[in-house]
């Protein structure tokens, strides 16, 4: 299960990081070059983990993200504040920015709801992966 999670969001992250160039307030989310070339970047580690990497490296690659995607989004939520965005599409407040690297990574309520479900979805992947059976004669 791990390779298919991490195969499919692979080509999701791959597909948000090339959109994001030309609709960079997609979903409402806050996608600037960093975040865009950040999806780009996971998307082809997923990919490349998902198609050719073994079941054990895939299961820990969706458990690693996904801990570390979980993680972003809840921080993003407890840490975030109200302020205007200054990447992606400027547009109002948002309650939750948490400006990781202001003017150039930004992520607001859209992005943390998203990055919680990511990570939610990786867990899922890597914990409900079986580990692979080795057979010895």
Request: hydrophobic residues 55%; proline residues 4%.
């Amino acid at each position: 299960m791990a390779n298919k999670i991490a195969t499919i969001l692979g080509v999701v992250f791959l597909l948000v990081g090339v959109a994001g160039f030309v609709l960079p307030g997609l979903l409402n989310t806050h996608l600037s070059l960093v975040h865009n070339i950040v999806h780009l970047v996971s998307g082809a580690v997923a990919l490349w983990i998902g198609l050719k990497g073994s079941v054990s490296a895939a299961k820990t690659f969706c458990i690693v993200f996904g801990v570390v995607y979980l993680l972003l989004g809840i921080a993003g939520f407890v840490a975030g504040a109200d302020a205007d965005p200054s990447t992606g599409v400027p547009g109002p407040h948002d309650a939750r920015m948490f400006k990781v690297l202001p003017g150039t990574l930004e992520l607001g309520t859209m992005d943390h709801a998203i990055h919680v479900l990511l990570g939610v979805v990786f867990l899922i992947g890597g914990f409900a992966t079986k580990p692979a059976v080795v057979r010895t004669a």
